[in-house]
């Protein structure tokens, strides 16, 4: 098993710019989440997914897309890359049922 | 709301001494209660975990106990090692259909020779 898989794992984009972070997870897991993890905020969640075409906003969503077409993948889109969305980005999944979160290695995105 | 706090960093220990590191929440309901750590350049592992009161979650010689009476879940080592050296963070899951994790801002551990 591969477990939950980021790419890319760095990225510099300018100030405008759109992207789509990727990830990926071979567990068959309901449960999917994006945080992103600032220093001394710990991990602050951006969106969540409970099963394919089900998606809902966590703490801090407000410039960012997501869409759960099917079980193994949960893409983040960022719509107009801004400077304050320079952080690392974790995503997550486990099964239902099951208590603690899978995490992929994580993207470092820097916004110029 | 619900919220985490956690002993502010960073924490220098000598290989093979006792650690500790603090961890109080607020939270509605009755929480499940969770340490992770990060290890450099990686993603955070699930290291322990405790889902009701009196619970104690143990793994890798980390040990932390619910309390719910003083709202804790201290994460305690007997001796450390230098791989021990890492980011713990202290989390918390409230819900019904879905968990949503609320993460403190984490400890960072270095262990020295």
């Known amino acids: 098993n591969a477990g939950v898989t980021q790419t890319p794992k760095f990225q510099v984009l300018k100030t405008g710019q759109s992207m789509t972070l990727q990830c990926a997870q071979d567990?068959?897991?309901?449960?999917m989440s994006w945080y992103r993890q600032d220093p001394g905020m710990g991990l602050r969640l951006i969106h969540y997914?409970?099963?394919?075409?089900?998606?809902d906003q966590g703490e801090v969503p407000n410039g960012y897309n997501v869409s759960r077409s099917t079980t193994e993948d949960f893409p983040l889109r960022l719509l107009s890359a801004a400077p304050s969305q320079t952080s690392v980005y974790f995503c997550?999944?486990?099964?239902?049922?099951?208590?603690?979160?899978?995490f992929g290695s994580g993207t470092r995105l820097t916004v110029v | 709301g619900n919220s985490v706090t956690q002993m502010e960093g960073p924490v220098t220990l000598s290989e093979e001494a006792f650690l500790t590191i603090n961890c109080t929440y607020t939270?509605?309901?009755?929480?499940?209660l969770f340490w992770y750590v990060q290890y450099p350049g990686e993603g955070l592992q699930l290291l322990l975990k405790?889902?009701?009161?009196?619970d104690k979650g143990s793994n890798k010689g980390f040990e932390a106990t619910y309390r719910k009476e003083t709202t804790s879940f201290h994460l305690e080592k007997g001796s450390v090692q230098v791989s021990d050296s890492a980011v713990y963070f202290c989390a918390l899951s409230v819900g019904t259909s879905y968990d949503k994790v609320i993460f403190g801002p984490g400890t960072s551990l270095s262990v020295i020779p």
């Open positions: 567990m068959n897991h309901e449960y």
């Open positions: 939270a509605t309901g009755y929480p499940s």
């Open positions: 405790a889902t009701k009161a009196d």
């Open positions: 997914s409970v099963g394919a075409g089900i998606t």
């Open positions: 997550a999944s486990r099964k239902q049922g099951i208590h603690g979160y899978t």
